[in-house]
């Protein structure tokens, strides 16, 4: 299976589809995004394995959230459930799919550390704040083949995670197969998806005044959004047949 090109504005066009699912239940929406954010961030605090667990289940809980924009665009109601859904449907192959993101996070920092950057790596891994921001500017410094392959390294893995989950959800890919079709779709459009991120960036600075109240909003919107990129760019068959002979295809078809 391989993505369609899609041109430079589909960038935008894709927040607006977000938020067209988002206007379908507000309410539920920020209160499953909310539910979503507080629990990852609550594993994450439990010493030791908080992290790796967060990083293992992250792919099931996106699913979930996927399910639910599934269900909204087919004309079905928004539920709690599907929070978990992720949890219920293709469960192995999701918690899988986080275990290679875990370890490919790992091997890359062991990269970073034997191309120079063991102090940096050191002090991001310490999960404690740095005082003095000298001490971070001077790692970084001493770091740069280090940070700059990690950095490419880093960017590899987000692209090849981008639709994975989906792609196992409702294409039955394996996760390795996943991976290779994400990686490639967002090469493949690399020009509508900067346009994506660059936009997005710009309404997190948004979100964030004064006191962080836009990101009730602007998390799950980030989340519906994610579901019209890959649907966008993984048509139905019906659909790319649509597409190939010209007509319009609309958020309501």
Not at 17 to 24: A, D, E, R, S, V
Not at 211 to 229: D, E, N, Q, R, T
């Amino acid at each position: 299976m391989e993505a369609r090109k899609v041109n430079i504005a589909n960038g935008w066009l894709w927040i607006k589809q977000g938020y067209w699912l988002f206007k379908k239940s507000p309410v539920l929406w920020m209160v499953l995004a909310a539910l979503g954010a507080i629990g990852l961030i609550g594993i994450s605090t439990i010493p030791v394995i908080g992290d790796p667990l967060a990083t293992l289940l992250f792919p099931a809980l996106l699913a979930g959230y996927m399910i639910g924009c599934h269900a909204l665009e087919h004309d079905e109601e928004l539920e709690l459930s599907h929070l978990l859904a992720g949890f219920h449907n293709n469960t192995s192959q999701l918690v899988t799919l986080g275990g290679i993101n875990l370890i490919s996070q790992m091997l890359i920092l062991g990269v970073m550390m034997l191309t120079g950057g063991a102090t940096l790596v050191s002090i991001l891994m310490s999960g404690k704040p740095v005082d003095n921001p000298e001490i971070l500017a001077h790692a970084a410094v001493g770091a740069g083949i280090a940070l700059t392959l990690g950095m490419a390294l880093i960017s590899v893995l987000l692209m090849s995670m981008q639709f994975a989950p989906m792609l196992i959800i409702f294409n039955k890919m394996s996760p390795v197969e996943a991976l290779k079709t994400s990686l490639q779709a967002c090469l493949r459009n690399i020009l509508p998806l900067t346009l994506y991120g660059a936009m997005m960036l710009l309404f997190m600075m948004i979100a964030s005044i004064p006191i962080m109240l836009g990101w009730l909003v602007l998390l799950p919107v980030m989340i519906s959004s994610m579901y019209a990129i890959y649907r966008d760019l993984f048509p139905t068959p019906t659909e790319l047949a649509m597409a190939l002979e010209g007509e319009t295809i609309t958020p309501d078809q």
